[in-house]
């Protein structure tokens, strides 16, 4: 199974940007990213395919954040723009082989252990 490492979180202003990463140890099929924040479940923020395709958003961050991967697949980024104070939350890097639904959290069986994102108004 592979092991998710996440990176690049920290405190921001509202209207700043980050760039997560998460390095897979080997490949894997699906990849996504989610966020917790205190007192919320847990929500579907970008997934995709490996192999290609079209990437997955949810609504409240389509055009504002973009998933990509690495040319090697094993690292994918969550790039963040015009971030905003509801964007706080604890961020997570996930997996699966599939079956696949995108942003549905209880789908992935393979996580890392979370980094956290700020943003300040």
């Known amino acids: 199974q592979a092991r998710l490492v996440e990176s690049g979180g920290g405190s921001v202003q509202a209207g700043g940007s980050l760039r997560l990463s998460c390095a897979a140890s080997?490949?894997?099929?699906?990849m996504a990213w989610f966020r917790q924040s205190p007192g919320n479940k847990r929500e579907g923020v970008a997934a995709?395919?490996?192999?290609?395709?079209?990437?997955y958003y949810a609504d409240n961050v389509k055009g504002r954040f973009t998933i990509s991967l690495t040319n090697t697949k094993n690292t994918v980024y969550l790039q963040m723009t015009s971030l905003k104070p509801e964007d706080t939350a604890m961020y997570y890097c996930?997996?699966?082989?599939?079956?696949?639904?995108?942003?549905?959290?209880?789908?992935?069986?393979?996580w890392g252990q979370g980094i956290q994102v700020t943003v300040s108004s």
């Open positions: 995709l395919w490996t192999g290609g395709g079209i990437p």
């Open positions: 080997k490949s894997t099929k699906y």
């Open positions: 996930a997996a699966t082989s599939g079956p696949w639904y995108p942003l549905q959290y209880d789908k992935y069986d393979i």
